[in-house]
């Protein structure tokens, strides 16, 4: 499907105003790509990445995932937490830390795909079967803050949810 | 306020062509029908009130319907997919024969691509309704359905690109006679969706035939979630542009002249087609910004290229806007802003038009939000996102699909537009359920409810949520008048027995472009380089990924029931 050949180049008309909002186009989207870059790459903000791949058939039957739940790493600073994603339940259901302590989630699914999101925080990742989702968060309030199931997973998918208790 | 009639047409489809895609309009709007049902249980349901039981005198031989899944199954898969893809697809066939002025070169390869989507359609019915696929539209792994719902969306998919191929081969054609003349524009656009879509539907092809049957047949032992993801999003955000691309079509092209306007660029508005083409595909992982198994920097380039995939959406905004401003002002309009007061609001067909384009500039800039890397984290999976799709494929695509139909439906059947009052006000009253709805899905979006969720049984919903959720209700209420004022409308033109004066034809609104499209370049008329920059785009955007994810694979995961 080709167009014919003419002998003199045809320029793009574009009338002046058009070329007027076309650059503000630009200016804008170029803009909206620096603040994401900003927020990606200089205030920190964290997406989930690569962790390991695992088999959810037997991921339980050896540590860590055969005992979720949470791992001192520095009293009162550094703590990993382990939870796995079952329909229609979290385990472990509730996970206490302490106030300003660097946590980190890890998480994955025995069954299929479930949501994993912290209300008020950043953490906000899927828990799919044969990936581990891994972010960190700091909890600088003390509080109750409920993990929900946030992709629909079956049935029950409406009553499973946690909780983290951050403690002073 | 009938839609323009004329004594003398331009070119008239034939008895045949018209039926055929009336056939096309016919399954749309029934798919919509019974999709939408569920629309308002839903909204209700997250206010506390549950209407389902109310539903059984309908399905009482399937036992009512089981669960707020299968009915919401039932309104992703009949909206999203049925109702968009027999329109568009119906809307293409009278495009493209009236554009070109000819008929289909191979009428038989679009029947056939037609009735395939029928038996796909009916093959996926029977489980959908049986409630053993209620699995939602996205059907993620390992969450298993029936076997024959995967067949019927394979086949909906496939005579879907056979009715393109269809298109492709009247096109060629047209054009090894008309070598010297620029497509017409309406006909590029349309045609250019079909190979996008064409494209980007190889995903879930692949995700299906290749990975989904052999796992639902027991020919492996489980099956690889993550990948299954990967593919199914390669399909899931350019299929946004399958809905919108129509829309858009009539927006630059018909929607001027029904204004009484011109098209304000030709080379601009093919200029934006060619870059939906080039830039719809490759940008799918903002959809899997926290997916486990995508590494984190391929999640950002796909941040910027969606950023990228904004600026034809901007030349769009521009070029249609100035069209009806030229138009409004030839009307008398007058003022920076005034002019609006004079375009044809009494015109149905352009009321739903303008209203599902003002819907759109909020769904746009929340698409915005939801393709930064950064912020995705707050919505993702938040009742944000079904707030801004509903501006999308539920406003821009609809409400626009609602306007072509006040035009069309006459045309095709050759009868006058049944109650014009009530096909203007039914827009006014979907357009104004939405803002209510979409404007509450957002908000206790972002305070955390998650999406997909019969919140009226959540154990965790707080009280501050309780205000929103009743705007849903009320909003999602609302939107189901005017859907169901659209419907009837619809029906009744079409059933009636009352007909067209003899001799009057309705007119087909083609919209004359402001400068001679001979003198639109002749490399925004050439598929070649385009089609070339999709492959090599789509090529380094996503080869490296799925090369990656392909050969790590671990199908390990066996299948579950809802």
Request: aromatic share 0%.
């Given at each position: 499907m080709s167009a014919p050949e003419t002998k003199e180049k045809i320029p793009l008309h574009v009338d002046p105003t058009e070329k007027a909002w076309i650059r503000t186009a630009i200016v804008v989207l170029g803009v909206f790509i620096v603040a994401v870059t900003v927020a990606g790459f200089m205030l920190g903000i964290q997406v989930p990445t690569n962790e390991q791949r695992v088999n959810p058939q037997t991921i339980q039957d050896a540590p860590p995932w055969s005992e979720p739940g949470v791992r001192e790493i520095v009293a009162g600073e550094k703590y990993d937490v382990y939870i796995v994603a079952k329909r229609f339940f979290y385990e472990p259901s509730t996970v206490e830390v302490p106030v300003g302590a660097e946590v980190t989630f890890y998480v994955t699914s025995t069954d299929v795909q479930h949501g994993f999101k912290i209300e008020h925080t950043n953490i906000n990742f899927m828990a799919i079967p044969g990936e581990v989702s891994k972010l960190t968060a700091t909890f600088t309030e003390a509080g109750t803050y409920d993990y929900i199931c946030t992709e629909y997973c079956g049935l029950g998918h409406a009553v499973m949810f946690g909780s983290v208790t951050a403690t002073p | 306020m009938l839609t323009n009639t004329t004594k003398t047409p331009v070119y008239e489809l034939t008895k045949a062509d018209k039926r055929f895609v009336g056939w096309h309009i016919l399954f749309a709007v029934s798919a919509l029908t019974i999709g939408s049902l569920f629309g308002p249980l839903q909204a209700l349901e997250h206010a506390g009130v549950n209407w389902y039981p109310k539903l059984d005198f309908l399905f009482i031989k399937l036992d009512g319907i089981n669960s707020y899944y299968q009915g919401l199954t039932l309104h992703g898969v009949l909206n999203a997919l049925i109702w968009t893809t027999f329109f568009i697809t119906g809307f293409t066939t009278l495009v493209v024969i009236r554009g070109l002025k000819r008929p289909l070169t191979h009428p038989l390869l679009n029947k056939i691509g037609f009735w395939m989507m029928v038996v796909g359609l009916v093959t996926a019915a029977v489980p959908l309704l049986g409630n053993k696929a209620s699995v939602l539209y996205t059907f993620y792994p390992p969450m298993e359905a029936d076997t024959l719902f995967y067949i019927g969306l394979v086949l909906v998919v496939v005579g879907s690109w056979t009715e393109g191929w269809g298109f492709y081969l009247t096109l060629w054609s047209w054009r090894k006679e008309n070598r010297e003349t620029r497509t017409p524009f309406v006909v590029l656009a349309v045609v250019i969706n079909m190979v996008m879509w064409q494209i980007a539907t190889l995903g879930i092809a692949t995700e299906i035939l290749g990975l989904i049957l052999p796992w639902t047949f027991g020919w492996?032992?489980?099956?690889d979630p993550q990948l299954s993801r990967t593919f199914f999003w390669f399909t899931g955000h350019p299929l946004v542009y399958f809905w919108l691309l129509p829309a858009y079509a009539s927006w630059y092209g018909m929607l001027p002249k029904q204004a009484g306007g011109k098209l304000f660029s030709d080379s601009l508005a093919r200029l934006a087609f060619w870059l939906f083409l080039v830039l719809s595909i490759p940008l799918g992982f903002h959809h899997q910004f926290v997916d486990p198994g995508v590494p984190s920097g391929w999640k950002f380039i796909h941040s910027i290229l969606t950023f990228g995939v904004a600026f034809p959406s901007f030349l769009t905004l521009f070029t249609v806007v100035a069209g009806l401003e030229y138009a409004a002002r030839k009307r008398g309009g007058k003022g920076l802003f005034g002019w609006i007061r004079a375009l044809p609001w009494k015109d149905a067909s352009v009321t739903a038009q303008l209203l599902a384009g003002i819907l759109f500039l909020f769904g746009g800039i929340g698409g915005i939000a939801n393709a930064s890397y950064s912020l995705n984290l707050v919505l993702h999976n938040t009742s944000w996102v079904p707030g801004h799709f509903h501006l999308t494929v539920a406003s821009a695509a609809t409400l626009s699909f609602f306007g072509i139909s006040y035009w069309l439906v006459p045309y095709i059947s050759g009868k006058p537009l049944w109650k014009p009052k009530w096909a203007l006000a039914s827009s006014w009253i979907y357009f104004s359920g939405m803002l209510v709805f979409s404007n509450a899905m957002h908000t206790v979006g972002l305070l955390g409810a998650p999406r997909r969720t019969p919140l009226g049984l959540a154990p965790y919903v707080p009280a501050e949520w309780n205000g929103h959720l009743f705007r849903v209700a009320l909003g999602g209420s609302i939107m189901y008048i005017g859907l169901m004022m659209y419907v009837t409308v619809v029906a009744f033109t079409a059933f009636q027995r009352k007909r067209l004066p003899q001799g009057e034809h309705v007119e087909i609104p083609i919209a004359e472009s402001m400068q001679d499209p001979q003198l639109t370049p002749v490399w925004l008329d050439r598929w070649k380089p385009w089609l070339i920059a999709t492959a090599v785009l789509i090529i380094l955007a996503y080869g490296p990924q799925l090369f990656d994810q392909i050969a790590g694979i671990e199908s390990t995961s066996p299948g579950f029931t809802p």
């Open positions: - | 492996t032992g489980g099956i």
